[in-house]
């Protein structure tokens, strides 16, 4: 069964930092693409960013590009979303995601199977 577990969020001020990590289980990590999504209240979930299964391609959505990076750490089993010049617009819940094949990356909610239970991000002015 795969699970995926969020954590890093909280409270800070614009112009911060934080660090979000998801750790995954229930099967080989290295194999499949990661996403991080996020949804502000009262408003859909948006796709943030997106890593392949190696590390090698990496997306990013235009309001958080130059701002966030996603990497990731196949021996354990962990994907990080690194965010700076955080801005009160960025208030939401972050959300990990993975699919449910091997080898394919996306940045549409549809592209993804398996879901985190979300961290809050709140960004204060």
């Known amino acids: 069964q795969v699970q995926l577990v969020e954590s890093g969020g909280g409270l800070v001020q614009a112009g911060g930092s934080l660090r979000l990590s998801c750790a995954a289980s229930?099967?080989?990590?290295?194999?499949?693409?990661m996403g991080w999504f996020r949804q502000a209240p009262g408003k859909e979930r948006d796709f943030v960013a997106a890593?392949?299964?190696?590390?090698?391609?990496?997306y990013y959505a235009d309001s958080v590009k130059g701002r966030f990076a996603i990497s990731r750490d196949n021996a354990k089993n962990t994907v990080y979303l690194q965010m700076n010049s955080l801005k009160p617009e960025d208030t939401a819940i972050y959300y990990c995601?993975?699919?449910?094949?091997?080898?394919?990356?996306?940045?549409?909610?549809?592209?993804?199977?398996?879901w985190g239970q979300g961290t809050q991000v709140t960004v204060s002015s």
């Open positions: 995601a993975t699919p449910y094949a091997r080898y394919t990356i996306g940045k549409g909610g549809n592209d993804y199977d398996y």
């Open positions: 229930g099967r080989t990590f290295s194999r499949y693409a």
């Open positions: 890593i392949s299964w190696n590390g090698g391609l990496t």
